[in-house]
């Protein structure tokens, strides 16, 4: 269901009816079949979505996301969380989300190669224009965002380039660098305490988990416990996560790194000695179910979509402070926006300037948020619902579509 039908929103935000009915549904739905030879043997295909939830602010942004259980439900949620992001930080974009659905763990970077050509030539006429801006999600990465550039050569059609080719220093990282940002930030703000020694678990040490808690680990937090898609590693004093990084480079996976216990992924979640808890992995992990079970005092949303409406709820009850996804993990499409203009522009953005840009505006976003939230007495996930729901509203009023 989409968060402009939900009965809840209308108790603190009037939505006028026209914006709810343009906003309740994407603007467009792209469904496409891709097939592609991995060999001479066998043809695979398989299904695709291009999802533009809404474009009033600007063109659809968002990431290409290549996995076993995408679904086109799930490709219009995720566009619609692109509206609000952009919307809450200010960037001129719009949402938009690609899903391609097949099991990434298989696939060989030469079988990505094929599929996203074959995506390319599909949907040509979207990237050319610009209507459609992919980057990076869950599947893919700089070298796929380089094949896009190989195939259209529009600089700008594309971000989460690699840098040989005029991507952006920084933008790998930056969006686990907003977390870690977002992270320090709120726990200072709640707790009045510095981020030094304080104990944090990260589930899902894929491209944002495990830059989140390199950024934390740097600047001296324990990082107790990690996991990814197949279990998770716990120690009490702490993970030494430049070495997990290499140990990672090398075995594929957390799982068997010394000094370390092994966990599942829901203990994780509900371990007792942790502060802060990152979920940087997929959708609904904290729900009705594991709530409960949540021992931590602030959870930093580094995935889309972690937390269940029930999940929510019992959070709320508990008194666990969150920062919402659409703004902890915003610092990745901050960095595509800055990727954007260099590439149109044809100017070098300095690194210390994309940290410093992504870090201001997370932080910005992030006092309108709390301020509003102490205000009217409202979750921050609603406090963030509102202030970009009215963003939108506010530019569907200019530009006279309502
Ligand atoms: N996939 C990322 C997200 O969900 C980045 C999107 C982008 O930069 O367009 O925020």
């Not at 469904?31 to 600007?58: A, M």
């Not at 290409?64 to 200010?90: F, Q, S, Y």
């Not at 610092?331 to 070098?348: A, D, L, M, P, Q």
Request: charged content about 25%.
């Amino acid at each position: 269901m989409s968060i402009f039908e939900s009965p809840s929103l209308e108790k603190f935000i009037n939505i006028p009816a026209n914006a709810r009915e343009i906003l309740r549904k994407p603007e467009k739905r792209i469904t496409i079949n891709i097939g592609v030879w991995f060999d001479s043997k066998k043809l695979t295909v398989c299904e695709g979505y291009i999802v533009y939830h809404n474009t009033v602010r600007g063109p659809a942004k968002g990431g290409i996301r290549i996995a076993a259980d995408v679904t086109l439900e799930e490709t219009m949620d995720l566009a619609e969380r692109m509206t609000l992001k952009t919307a809450l930080t200010g960037i001129p974009f719009g949402g938009g989300k690609s899903g391609i659905c097949l099991d990434n763990k298989n696939l060989t970077p030469y079988e990505k190669k094929e599929i996203i050509k074959e995506y390319v030539h599909l949907i040509r006429n979207e990237l050319t224009s610009g209507n459609y801006i992919p980057a990076p999600d869950i599947g893919t990465g700089p070298r796929e965002m380089a094949i896009i550039y190989g195939e259209l050569h529009i600089p700008e059609c594309v971000t989460g380039k690699p840098i040989s080719i005029g991507g952006l220093p920084g933008r790998k990282e930056a969006t686990g660098y907003g977390v870690a940002m977002s992270a320090i930030h709120a726990y200072n703000k709640y707790f009045k305490k510095d981020i030094k020694d304080v104990k944090v678990a990260v589930q899902g040490f894929g491209n944002v988990g495990s830059w989140a808690a390199g950024f934390l680990f740097e600047r001296g937090a324990k990082i107790v416990a990690v996991s990814d898609f197949y279990s998770g590693i716990y120690n009490k004093e702490g993970l030494d996560i430049k070495k997990l990084n290499e140990y990672l480079k090398e075995k594929g996976k957390v799982e068997g790194f010394p000094v370390a216990d092994k966990i599942s992924n829901e203990e994780l979640l509900c371990l007792s000695d942790i502060e802060i808890l990152i979920p940087a992995a997929v959708e609904r992990v904290i729900n009705e179910k594991t709530a409960p079970k949540i021992k931590a005092k602030l959870i930093v949303e580094g995935a889309n979509g972690p937390t269940t409406p029930d999940g929510d709820k019992i959070l709320d009850e508990k008194g666990i402070i969150v920062v919402p996804d659409i703004l902890a993990n915003s610092g990745g499409v901050i960095g595509s926006y800055i990727e954007w203009k260099s590439s149109k522009s044809g100017s070098i953005t300095p690194v210390s300037e994309v940290y410093k840009s992504i870090s201001d505006l997370i932080i910005h976003s992030f006092e309108r948020v709390s301020d509003l939230a102490q205000k009217e007495k409202l979750t921050n996930r609603n406090a963030s619902l509102v202030l970009a729901t009215q963003e939108v509203i506010n530019a569907m009023n200019e530009r006279g579509w309502i």
